[in-house]
């Protein structure tokens, strides 16, 4: 069971020891600061949500969504913002005046995704809730950080007991916040650590998305990836520290030291 209602904690500079100077021997994540700061991202982390499904099926006639592969998702528009998701996405698809269709496609998904988590379509990842239990024990502040406007709602469509959402185990949370600038530029985990009083190289950033990946590493963040997509090359290439499946397979022991590891089998 989480522990319910997010609690304002002690700035993480109180119990976050820099360790610049310091590289931990045998580490795979080999990130040279002490970590004591979680910043999730949502879809494909946390939840299991039908964007990919709502971006294919709103294509319509301008590409067959047989062409809208996983890889073309994760590699064009997961971690994005809404409109640039969408002409990149058309733009991978080779679609002709890609800049002109780029609204009213995604406008289309944005239908589309609203009816699919009307019917239900979203669900959580077993793993993610017991891995957010587990870095809330090590007394970590957390915060929830998507660029897709849909993370509240879907949050809190997921019920923990009766009286808590998912939305409210979280310490910050700057889903869907209008910014200047989308994934992979690092603002929107910038902005969080700033609401958690965190030092960015204190922050672990746990993401699904290349660009996502990439923002994280920008903002001189610990970047821990989930290859939940068969994707883990692709999230290596974008400069994961770690790149795991499953979140169980993190090392909780370590992680209390602020070392980013795999767990032994």
């Given at each position: ?239 994961a520290h770690l790149v795991v499946t499953n979140l169980d397979q993190i090392d909780m022991d370590e992680l209390l030291r602020g070392h980013l590891r795999r767990r032994l089998p």
């Amino acid at each position: 069971m989480l522990p319910m209602g997010a609690r304002r904690l002690p700035a993480a500079s109180d119990h976050c020891v820099d360790m610049s100077n310091r590289n931990v021997p045998g580490s795979e994540a080999n990130h040279p600061h002490r970590l004591c700061v979680g910043i999730f991202d949502v879809d494909g982390v946390l939840l299991a949500s039908p964007h990919e499904r709502a971006w294919r099926e709103a294509l319509g006639g301008l590409a067959e969504g047989a062409r809208f592969t996983t890889s073309v998702y994760q590699s064009h528009v997961a971690g994005r913002p809404r409109l640039d998701g969408a002409l990149a996405a058309l733009l991978a698809l080779g679609v002709s005046d890609a800049e002109q269709h780029a609204a009213a496609y995604a406008m289309r998904k944005q239908r589309r995704l609203e009816a699919l988590i009307d019917e239900g379509a979203v669900d959580t990842f077993p793993d993610a809730l017991r891995f957010v239990h587990a870095v809330r024990g090590l007394g970590w502040p957390i915060a929830a950080a998507s660029s897709s406007k849909n993370a509240n709602d879907m949050m809190r469509r997921i019920r923990l007991d009766d009286d808590h959402s998912l939305l409210d185990v979280f310490n910050a949370n700057v889903c869907g916040r209008e910014l200047r600038h989308g994934k992979p530029n690092p603002e929107i985990y910038l902005l969080a650590a700033a609401e958690l009083s965190a030092a960015p190289a204190n922050c672990l950033v746990v993401e699904d998305a290349p660009a996502g990946i990439e923002a994280a590493r920008a903002g001189g963040m610990a970047a821990l990836g989930v290859a939940r997509l068969d994707d883990s090359e692709m999230l290596l290439a974008a400069g994961a520290h770690l790149v795991v499946t499953n979140l169980d397979q993190i090392d909780m022991d370590e992680l209390l030291r602020g070392h980013l590891r795999r767990r032994l089998p």
